[in-house]
C-alpha cells in the first residue's frame, strides 16, 4: 500500500550523496551503470559504491556495507530479488532518506511478492524513509546530475537542463521519453519512475513536480492511481502553479488491462472513471510519447508558449492549405480571415492566379523568388486578427536556407508564435528553426493536434 | 467540364517520345527541368526541346515549333497562361496525341479562366487528343523513366520502380508523397497529377491506375470527383484486380473548402456525400500522407502483404506492450492469447518475474541476453493462433546489431508477416529491417492504424 500522501520526495530529487547497492565494476551492467552515469553526469556530490567483494568500483572506493561508511541522502539497490530484505536493513540502519529499488520480482509476480514489498514499505514509512519501487527505473535530475537510475536512455548522452518532467509507472516508456526529449533538443527537469509503487506513488510524484521550480511541463504514463485523493490535490498544485500536464493513460481495454497487471501488478480500472478524474485534474491526456513530446515542444518553445489560438497559415501549396483547414477543423482551432487592409497587401505578394486569403497559398512560385516569402511573412506575423501564424513548406531543399532566413526574421519582427509544418525538410533545417525558437513538425494532423492540446494546456494552467 | 470517361491516358502515361514547349536552357528553371529529368531518368525514348529563340537546349536540338520536328507521342507544355492557346494549336496541328498542360492562370482564377481551359479541353477531345491539367505538375511514369514534370520531387533523385502509384489533383501534395515514398524506399510505379481537370480527371487517372500491370496499390488526394459514375467504375475495375485504393479527400471544412476552390477551381461539396462514394468504392480514407506512406510499406512488403489480422505481439517493454493492446482495440485488431504449449515453451524464454501472455512481455533483460530474444521470435512467428506478429522495441542502440539479426532469422524461418515499432531506432537499423521485407514504424499509434487499414486494404480487394 502507498504511504499517506503526499510522500516529500525533495530528499530523493535533490540527493547531495548516492549509494549504489550492488554496485558493479563494469560499466555496462545495470549495477555499474549508475556509477558510470553519476561519474560523468556533473554530480556535485558523493558516489559511494556498496559492494562486500570489492576495495574499489570505476575508480570509487567501495564498501561491505552502508554502515561502513558515512551516511548517505539516497540508496539506488540494484541486487537481485532475494537480497533486498537485507539491504533496505543496512539501508535504514544507516539513516539512509530514500532508497531507490530498481529490483524485479515482487507484485508483478503474484501475492508473495506483493506481500513482501509491503513489508519493505512498511519498514520504510516507519524509518522516515521513502521508498520507490521497487520494479522502477529509479529517477533523475537533470539540474543536479543526478542520476538515481540504470535506465539505458542515458547510454549515450545526458538531456540538457530544461523544463520537461516525466513521472509514470514505465520505465521503459520514461527511457523513450527520456529518448524523444534529446532527439528534439528538448530541455528535461525530473524524471520519476515509480513502477510497483509498494510507497511512492504516481500522487506523490506529481506533487513534488507541481512544486518544483524547474518543473514547467510535465508528462505521465498512468497505468492505475492508487489514491485519487491525493492525485487530484496534487494535480490541482501543478495547475495552481501554472504548470501544464498531460498524461497517457494506459490499459483501456481488456487486453492492456490484462497487460498492466502482468507489468506492474496494478489494476487499471475502470476507463471512464479515470477520464472524469482527468478531466477534474485538467490532464489532457495524449495515446503516445510522440504526441506528448509534440505539444511539449509547443509549450516549451524559446519563444514562449505556441498554441493553436486563432491560426494564420501560410502555404508553399494550395492542397496543403486545404488539409490544414480541416484538421484545423477537426481539432476546434479557428481560422479566421486577414482583414481588407492585409488581404490588399498580401495580394502584391502573391502570384496573380492565387487568392488573398486564410490560409494563404503562397504557391510553389517561392522556388523561383524568395523575396514575396519574407514579405508575406512580415505581413501574416502583424495581423491583427491572428495570434500564432503557421506556415508550410514541403521539400524544397534547394531553398531551405533561404526560407529559414525569411522565417528567423519574421520570428524576430514579431512577438506572436510561428510554427511550421515541413514535410520533407533537412534535419539542419529542423534543427535550425528549432534553434529559432520556431517548433517544427514533419506532418499536418500531428502538429494541429499538439496546437489544439497546447491550447487547451495553457486555458487549464491559467 | 472533363471529358467523356474514361478518357484513355495509355498514349500519355507510356510515351516514347516527348516534347516540352517552352524548353529552357537552364536546369534549375520551371522549362528546363523536364529536359533535364528525362535526360537523366533513363528514358529510352525521343526527347525534343521546343524553344524558338534557341537552336540547342541542355545538349539537344531544339525546334521553334513542333510542326518543325517529326510527330511526338505528347508535348509538355510550360509556357505562360497567355500563351498556351498557340502552344495547343501548335500540338494539335502536329499531331500530338496528349498534352500535358503545366501553365496556372485558368480556372483557379475566375470564370474568364475557366471559359478558357474549357475552350482548350474541347479543341484537343475533338482531334482525338487528351489534354492533362492546367495547373498541374505533369506525369511520371518510374518504369520507362518518363517525366513530364517540374517537381522538384525529382532535384536529387528517381525514385525507384515499384508497386505505388499517385493521382490527384495537387502536384505539390504528390511531390511530397513521391519524397515520402524515396525517404521510405518504395518503389513507385505510376504518378499522375490532373490540377484543373480542364479535359483528363481523377476517374481517368484512377481507371489507368486500375488497369496497370505495375501498380498495386494506389494514393490519391481528391478536392472534387467532377463525374461521380466514372470514378466509381474506376475504382470497381481497381478492386477486380486487387489493387488497393486509399486517399484523402480534402476540403471537409468550411474553410478547406473555400481553399479549394482557390486552389483548383473545384467544388468541394458535402463530405457527407463523397464519405458515401468512398465507401461504395472500396477506398480508405486516410487524413495525410504519412498514412498513407504507411500502409502502402505494409501492403507492398517484399516478404508479401502485411496487415493486421490476428496479432501477436512481443515487447521489450511492458508498458509498450500495454499501449499495443489499447491501440489495437481502437482500431478493431485482435490479439489473441497463445495456447498452452506456445506459453509453456515461452515461459522459458522469459524471466520468471514476467508472465507469458499476449502481449507478450520480454522485459528490458533482453539488453543482458540476445539469445532468448531470437528463441521467443521462433515461437510467435510460428504460432498457429495469430496471421502477424508484430515486435516492439525501444532504444536499444547498442544491442541493435543483435536484435535485426534475431529478427530477420524468425522472418526467414517463417511465411508469417512481421511488423516492428522501434521508438527512437537508428536509420541504418531501420533500413536493415526494410530490406529484410520487416515494415518498421517509430510509433505505436500510427503502425495500428496502418495495420487496421491494410487489414481493411486486403479484404476490399479481395
Not at 524568395?370 to 512580415?378: E, G, I, K, Q, V
Request: charged share 20%; hydrophobic share 45%; glycine share 10%.
Amino acid at each position: 500500500m502507498p504511504g499517506p500522501s503526499p510522500l516529500d520526495l525533495r530528499p530523493l530529487l535533490e540527493a547531495r550523496s548516492v549509494a549504489i547497492v550492488g554496485a558493479s565494476a563494469s560499466a555496462h551492467k545495470i549495477g555499474g551503470r549508475p556509477v558510470a552515469y553519476l561519474k560523468r553526469s556533473g554530480f556535485a556530490g558523493r558516489i559511494v559504491p556498496i559492494n562486500p567483494d570489492r576495495k574499489e568500483i570505476q575508480g570509487l572506493q567501495a564498501f561491505p556495507t552502508l554502515r561502513a561508511t558515512e551516511p548517505v541522502d539516497i540508496a539506488v539497490i540494484v541486487t537481485p530479488a532475494e537480497g533486498v530484505e537485507a539491504a533496505v536493513d543496512d539501508c535504514l540502519a544507516a539513516g539512509t532518506k530514500a532508497m531507490v529499488l530498481l529490483s524485479s520480482g515482487f507484485a508483478e509476480t503474484g501475492a508473495e511478492g506483493r506481500r513482501r514489498q509491503e513489508e519493505l514499505a512498511k519498514k520504510a514509512g516507519a524509518a522516515g524513509s521513502v521508498l520507490l519501487g521497487p520494479n522502477c527505473l529509479g529517477v533523475f535530475n537533470a539540474w543536479i546530475g543526478l542520476t538515481a537510475t540504470f535506465t539505458t536512455a542515458l547510454d549515450e548522452a545526458m538531456p540538457s537542463k530544461g523544463g520537461f518532467s516525466y513521472f509514470g509507472q514505465s520505465g521503459a516508456l520514461g527511457a523513450y521519453w527520456m529518448n524523444l526529449a534529446m532527439a528534439s533538443n528538448l530541455g528535461v527537469a525530473k524524471w520519476i519512475t515509480t513502477g510497483n509503487e509498494a510507497h511512492i506513488s504516481l500522487a506523490d510524484a506529481l506533487n513534488y513536480l507541481a512544486n518544483d521550480a524547474e518543473t514547467k511541463v510535465i508528462g505521465g504514463y498512468i497505468e492505475d492511481i492508487k489514491n485519487p485523493g491525493a492525485f487530484r490535490a496534487a494535480a490541482q498544485a501543478a495547475a495552481r502553479n501554472g504548470k501544464a500536464v498531460m498524461a497517457i493513460k494506459a490499459g483501456r481495454s481488456a487486453i492492456g488491462a490484462r497487460a498492466v497487471t502482468a507489468h506492474t501488478g496494478a489494476d487499471a480500472g475502470d476507463d471512464k472513471v479515470y477520464q472524469k478524474l482527468l478531466d477534474e485534474c485538467g490532464i489532457v491526456r495524449v495515446d503516445s510519447l510522440a504526441a506528448m513530446n509534440e505539444t511539449a515542444r509547443l509549450m516549451l518553445s524559446p519563444r514562449g508558449p505556441c498554441s493553436g489560438q486563432r491560426l494564420a497559415v501560410v502555404s508553399v501549396s494550395g492542397g496543403a492549405g486545404v488539409l490544414i483547414a480541416d484538421a484545423a477543423s477537426d481539432v476546434g482551432l479557428d481560422m479566421p480571415d486577414f482583414n481588407a487592409a492585409d488581404k490588399a497587401a498580401l495580394k502584391a505578394c502573391i502570384p496573380s492566379f492565387a487568392t488573398a486569403q486564410n490560409p494563404l497559398d503562397i504557391t510553389g512560385s517561392v522556388v523561383a523568388d524568395t523575396s514575396n516569402f519574407a514579405r508575406t511573412l512580415d505581413l501574416v506575423t502583424n495581423s491583427p486578427e491572428h495570434d500564432v501564424a503557421l506556415i508550410f513548406i514541403g521539400s524544397m531543399r534547394s531553398i531551405a536556407e533561404d526560407l529559414v532566413a525569411g522565417i528567423k526574421r519574421a520570428a524576430a519582427g514579431s512577438k506572436k508564435p510561428l510554427a511550421v509544418i515541413w514535410i520533407g525538410a533537412m534535419a539542419d533545417t529542423v534543427a535550425a528553426l528549432e534553434a529559432a525558437g520556431v517548433p517544427t513538425f514533419d506532418e499536418i494532423p500531428p502538429a494541429m493536434r499538439a496546437l489544439a492540446r497546447a491550447k487547451v494546456l495553457r486555458g487549464n494552467a491559467r
